[in-house]
């Protein structure tokens, strides 16, 4: 599409949309910038980013007058795709793209896009990191913190981007057809934005519906939404298991990962204790990432020698520190009840976990039952610490805490931590409404934890 000082409506004045509005001046649009929260100040969303020729900023409503001036609205992905005002857009056949399809728009070489439920940071960062080892141009981008569209103009055709994509980012593409694609997993998430599982399931396959033979898609074979997705995706499959040996794939038995090829040859790869990650959760993402990189190109000793000397991800399933003969452990990005089992199951002490906080209509029977008697406490903050405190007590769990600060939950933790225990943040639900985001709770867990004895 030829934008050449043509108006584009940018939808949110968040990082995502302050991305966007720079790339789009930088490849002649006149960009508008669209936040519905009226009290924020036109100039200062202007003044964020930066020098972009021509951009204006509404806060609150658009002028009628200027509503059908656009040739193009970009949304960012906090906005919903049914939000009620993007309905007169496309009643005028104005084309809706997310940051993602702008981006894959004016960029070039390769990409590689990682979704699913849980793993998608850890895997994503992962695959950076082999990449980075083998390649001379390389970019992490995506849901993972940076905007693609930042990005985009300084790709060449031997770049390869590197993409961590949500199910709220795959509303909203149309071209976009990567590489490499990879859906690691999908569990009950996000329903308060997509309303059913079909749509989310549905929403994460957007991510291979441009991909051909020509291309690779990563799938888990042990999720069964993945496994059948196996069966009508338009890519090549690759699969990966955790749970039996694949006649083609990456699989692991035992505690060794092999790779099976198309040939009938198998190759033993590595010892799942050659790793610095813990976690049966780490191990397919592992998995994942080897598949990922050998459709890129990598050379398999790249991949494993990078794989041995790689560490957790920040926030997710973070050895903090020990303190007193307790172990203290981050997993702030445990936001939902798969990411939050595969948390707690990685735990080898008596726990203490701090559960709670934004409700996004999530279940949390399985979550609860998947304590195994591991959780000596359950310690709870948040909207859903009422909801998940009965849940709990409905499944036998007795010593429950309800705090009404994080501060007062890690205090509670630490009071009933003895030698040889560990605490575990990890919270089954998201961080909003008391944190803006996950990282921000995770820092101030750590925070705390350093605070201990002092």
Not at 164 to 175: A, K
Request: charged share 25%; aromatic share 8%.
């Amino acid at each position: 599409m030829d934008l050449q000082n043509k108006k584009v409506l940018v939808v949110g004045s968040g990082k995502s949309g302050i991305g966007a509005a720079r790339l789009l001046g930088k490849i002649g649009a006149l960009p508008v910038i669209f936040d519905s929260n009226e009290k924020l100040d036109v100039q200062e969303i202007i003044d964020k980013a930066g020098q972009v020729p021509g951009l204006t900023a509404f806060a609150g409503s658009i002028p009628d007058e200027q509503k059908k001036e656009f040739a193009l609205v970009v949304i960012s992905p906090g906005v919903p795709v049914d939000a009620p005002f993007l309905e007169e857009y496309r009643r005028w056949s104005v084309p809706i793209w997310g940051e993602i399809e702008l981006a894959y728009a004016c960029g070039r070489g390769k990409v590689a896009a990682i979704t699913g439920t849980n793993g998608k940071t850890t895997t994503t960062t992962l695959v950076g990191k082999i990449m980075e080892a083998c390649k001379p141009s390389v970019y992490v981008v995506g849901n993972i913190g940076n905007p693609y569209t930042d990005i985009a103009l300084e790709t060449r055709e031997d770049t390869v981007t590197v993409a961590e994509i949500s199910s709220f980012q795959l509303e909203t593409v149309h071209t976009f057809k990567p590489a490499v694609s990879a859906v690691l997993n999908i569990t009950p998430d996000h329903l308060d934005r997509h309303h059913t599982m079909e749509c989310y399931v549905e929403t994460k396959e957007r991510i291979a519906q441009r991909q051909t033979k020509e291309e690779t898609c990563v799938l888990n074979y042990e999720n069964s939404y993945t496994r059948e997705f196996g069966d009508r995706c338009p890519a090549k499959v690759v699969y990966f298991s955790s749970g039996r040996k694949l006649k083609e794939g990456i699989y692991l038995e035992g505690e060794e990962i092999f790779l099976a090829e198309e040939t009938g040859s198998v190759q033993r790869l590595m010892n799942i204790h050659e790793m610095n990650l813990v976690g049966m959760c780490n191990v397919e993402n592992v998995m994942a990432s080897i598949a990922i990189g050998k459709a890129l190109g990598a050379p398999m000793d790249i991949i494993l020698n990078v794989i041995r000397s790689f560490r957790a991800v920040e926030h997710r399933i973070e050895y903090v520190d020990t303190k007193n003969g307790v172990d203290y452990y981050n997993d702030s990005k445990g936001t939902n009840p798969d990411a939050a089992i595969q948390g707690i199951r990685a735990m080898s002490k008596p726990t203490i976990l701090i559960g709670g906080g934004y409700d996004k209509q999530s279940s949390y029977d399985e979550w609860i039952e998947a304590f195994d008697g591991k959780v000596k406490a359950l310690v709870l903050i948040g909207q859903t610490k009422e909801k998940i405190a009965a849940c709990a007590s409905s499944h036998g769990v007795e010593n429950i805490f309800i705090a009404d600060t994080f501060e007062e939950a890690f205090a509670i933790c630490v009071g009933q931590a003895l030698p040889g225990d560990a605490v575990l943040l990890s919270p089954a639900c998201a961080s909003w409404g008391m944190f803006p985001n996950y990282e921000a709770r995770g820092k101030l867990f750590k925070e705390l934890v350093e605070k201990i004895g002092v």
